[in-house]
Structures are given as structure tokens and as C-alpha cells.
DNA sequence: TGTCAATAATTGAATGAGCAGTAGTTGGCA
DNA sequence: TGCCAACTACTGCTCATTCAATTATTGACA
């Protein structure tokens, strides 16, 4: 959510056309337009958001199906007492479970429950093939390859805007 | 805030890697990342959000520096509710105002008045420049006319998720 | 003209997110 | 050994957003 507003090449001195601006805008309707998709169909299927998927993704995709907080904050966009209360509602939903950390008493592990392994797989299929249809068909093999290699590097480089 | 799990290339049925993958991935965390870094950057400088500045852009770039709840809900990505109590806030804050609609007495037309217009204009010159600065440089020529090309699908045509 | 479904916008209740502050734990160093 | 700054995670408060219900108005049609 999100800046969206109209960008006509004209003359006016705060609208300068620019050739990113395209670019930008391409940027921010495609994610805004795919991700509303997105959250609404897999409410409806699996009745939880986006949010939730993000973190069972993460959790599956780490070394014993397990990650820290701090590790979970690093690597989704949240903040920590958001992260929190998230876990909170997807443990008490069964789909993770918290768990002590050998060795430091002040960490907690967040690991996925077999259930929610369960729904980790059946879900993420789903949204799979959703981002597939919204977003990856309607662009050509060039295209596709072309905005993966301009973007790679939002990625890629964690020096992208370190908060101060 | 969004999916971002990751995907790396490897075996895994529910993790196939594909071309529009990555594609997708730069799509999701560029707008996230730039956004971000927007959002906070307009908060301290003009002590605004960037939802703000998002319904000042759609007002200044309407006839009349104006246009009716329903026409705003339209061009933005709220809902009509959320809408409401953002121009409450806005209003508030003398930026815009509330008029009656000539010749349909449940309409309510936005405006913007001179202190949000100078507003807009000081807070669009600097947003601007960071969408440059973030976005725009950080892609060659080429990469920013081919990212315009493939994305521009998705906010030219309305075709695009309608709900249901 | 009177009725009533459709439309414009607002409001109430509930949810989700962030910031700032807190409690418990750790590790280094005098 | 004892102290203290740094770190991990959680909690209180507040704000922003949505869904569903509400109010006021309109326009079409009998």
C-alpha cells in the first residue's frame, strides 16, 4: 500500500517522465495487483494470509525445519514484537511449536509442527501455481529473464537500506 | 508484509525453480525494500505517510485538484472505509477538504487546498528524487526500458484481479 | 406520486502491525 | 567473583485497516 499515483508524461515540474518511472510504477502495481490475489485466495482455500505462509516458508526452507526469532525477523519484513504475536497465532492454530534453545535460555526456536509441514506443502503448491498464473504467464521467456537479471540485485545485496 | 520465502534452485517438488521465479522474487522484495525505505524517509522529512501522499498525488493529478470518494477508492488500492478515515485524517490536518457534490447530495467531492497543494509539491519533488535514487539508478537504460516493457500489463489493463 | 432497490459515504467492532519500554539471560572484564 | 552493558524475546499502547452494518439520497417504475 502503497504510492500509486499517476505519472502522465506532460510538462509539469513535479511529474517529470523518466524512463524508470515506468519501470517503478510496473514494479509497484504488479507486486500490489499479484499479492491482493494472492492473500485473498489463500484465505479462502487454507483460511490463513499471506503472512502465515511467509513463515512456515521460511521455517521449511531452514536447516530442521527450525529458525530463532531473530533469524525468522531477518529474513521476512517484519519486526520483532510483530513476529511475536504472529507466532503466537500460528502456534496456537498447531502449525508451529516453540521450542527452547540448548544452551541459551534467553532464545526460543520456532520449528514447524508436522501439521503444519503439512499445510506448508498444500499451500505453498497452491500459491505456486497462483503466482505462476497472475504473474509468471503473462510475461514472455525474455521478459521473464530480463526483469529477473535488473532486479537480482534487491535481493541479493543486504545493503539495501539498513534503517539509518 | 508478503511472501518472500526462498527458493533456491534445487530438487525439492514444492520449490521448482523456474524462470519467472526470480522474476517475481526481484518484483516482491524491489517495491517492498524501496517502499520501506520511502515510507520512512517521507515520515521524517514531512511527517506524513506515504498513503497520504498517495491520495495527494490523485487529487493534484484530477481535474480540479478534486475528486469524489468513490473516483479516489477507484485510483487507490483501499477500501472505501479506509479510505474514509484516511481523508478524515488528512482533513484533519488542513490538507485537503470536503465539499458537497453539485446535484447529488450524497456525493462528497476531495479537494485539495493551497496548503495541501504546496504540501504535495514539496513532499512529490523529494519522494521523486528517492524513487530515482533507490529504484531508478540502480538499473542501466536497458534494464529499466525492458522492466517498463514486461511490466506494463499490470497497470494498463483493469482485467487485472477484479474481485471475484 | 409513492415505493423501493441501488448507490454514496460513514460508522462500529475486530484484527493486525509498529514503537517504546520491560524482564530475563549472557558474556566480558575489573 | 561481581558488575554491567548487550542481547533475546515479549508486552502495553496506539494507530491504521478491513468487514459488515447503517444512514442518507437517488432514480426508476407502477
Known amino acids: 500500500m502503497v ?7 506532460n510538462d509539469d515540474p513535479t511529474r517529470p517522465a523518466t524512463r524508470w518511472n515506468d519501470a517503478w510504477r510496473g514494479v509497484l502495481f504488479a507486486s500490489a495487483k499479484v499479492l491482493r490475489t ?16 511467509d513463515v512456515l516458508a521460511q521455517l521449511y526452507d531452514a536447516p530442521g525445519n527450525g529458525l530463532r526469532m531473530q533469524e525468522l525477523e531477518e529474513r521476512s519484513l517484519f519486526t520483532r514484537s510483530g513476529l511475536t504475536r504472529l507466532v503466537d497465532r500460528i502456534e496456537a492454530a498447531g502449525l508451529v511449536r516453540r521450542e527452547s534453545v540448548a544452551g541459551d535460555r534467553r532464545g526460543v ?23 505462476e498464473r497472475e ?28 534503517p539509518e
Open 38 to 53: 494472492a492473500e485473498r485466495e489463500l484465505l479462502a482455500r487454507e483460511g490463513f494470509p499471506l503472512t502465515w505462509l
Open 135 to 162: 504473474f509468471g504467464r503473462r510475461l514472455t521467456p525474455n521478459q521473464q529473464e530480463a526483469v529477473a537479471d535488473a532486479l537480482t540485485g534487491f535481493w541479493h545485496d543486504e545493503a539495501t537500506a539498513p
Open 109 to 131: 526456536r520456532v520449528a514447524l509442527t508436522s501439521e503444519g509441514r503439512r499445510r506448508h506443502d498444500e499451500a505453498f503448491v497452491e500459491h505456486f501455481r497462483l503466482i
Open 3 to 9: 504510492y500509486s499515483a499517476g505519472m502522465e508524461p
